[in-house]
């Protein structure tokens, strides 16, 4: 699993993150939280067909799966936290 507390996409080779100028410019939550719908079906399908190829385990896809309708859940009870450090909408959901 990743560190949470600094969860950010591009990292690791610098020194210091990315200035706040940055991350307000290319942060893109704002736009698309209307997609998390459409980004969990994306990524439940891809796991399944993971799974149909023997690259994942069924209970690993069984975990996915759970996973990902739980944070769907939250999304719809209005419960998940979006984080504009995450950038977009699927690394939102991923983190």
Known sequence: MSNTSSNQMWGGRFASGPDAIMEAINASIGF???LATQDIAGS???AAMLAAQSIISDSDFEAIEKGLITILSEIERGKFVFSSKLEDI???IEA
């Open 32 to 34: 698309d939280q209307r």
């Open 44 to 46: 439940r399908a891809h």
């Open 90 to 92: 699927h690394m939102n």
